[in-house]
């Protein structure tokens, strides 16, 4: 099976993710994907209530990281493994 995902998300990275009917989640944290049936979902954790938020990506329409926060240390290092390759 081939992907066409860029993987544009970066785990543990903080976001704002909006879906195709209006919705908005903010201070979300990228967990990773998860298979559901067969098919990829996008999965998040709320910063505050440490509450799970799974994502079809066929309704998801845009995600914009949050500019509030500084680097944490899962960006950072995944950061500097690609400058260090």
């Not at 309704?59 to 926060?69: A, Q, R």
Request: aromatic share 8%; charged share 25%; net charge negative.
């Amino acid at each position: 099976m081939h992907s066409y995902d860029d993987n544009v998300l970066t785990e543990g990275a903080e976001y704002i993710v909006g879906l195709n009917d209006g919705t908005t989640f903010r201070e979300i944290i990228f967990e990773g994907r998860k298979m559901i049936n067969g098919k990829p979902i996008l999965c998040f954790r709320t910063r505050k209530s440490d509450s799970l938020i799974t994502i079809n990506p066929s309704y998801h329409s845009f995600t914009i990281e949050n500019p509030d926060i500084e680097i944490n240390a899962v960006i950072d290092r995944q950061m500097n493994e690609v400058l260090n390759q």
